[in-house]
């Protein structure tokens, strides 16, 4: 009986760690994806003062 409650709370913490680890993933994976989008924009906002400027 010991050993069967010992393997529920293993499996449970197992599952709970992987849970976390896929979180964890997706959201480094967003924010990485997303982190992209200022720079260009930034880089955009950029060009568009330097062919205000040359106008």
């Known amino acids: 009986m010991k050993i ?3 393997n529920t ?3 449970r913490y197992f599952k709970f760690i992987l849970v ?3 979180l964890s993933g997706a ?3 967003i924010v990485s994806s997303a982190g ?3 720079d260009s924009y930034y880089a955009n ?3 568009q003062t330097d ?3 040359t106008l």
Request: charged share 15%; glycine share 4%; hydrophobic share 55%.
């Open 51 to 53: 062919w205000n400027a």
């Open 4 to 6: 069967f409650l010992k």
């Open 36 to 38: 992209g989008v200022p």
């Open 45 to 47: 906002k950029e060009i």
């Open 20 to 22: 976390c680890i896929v």
């Open 9 to 11: 709370l293993l499996n």
């Open 27 to 29: 959201s480094f994976w």
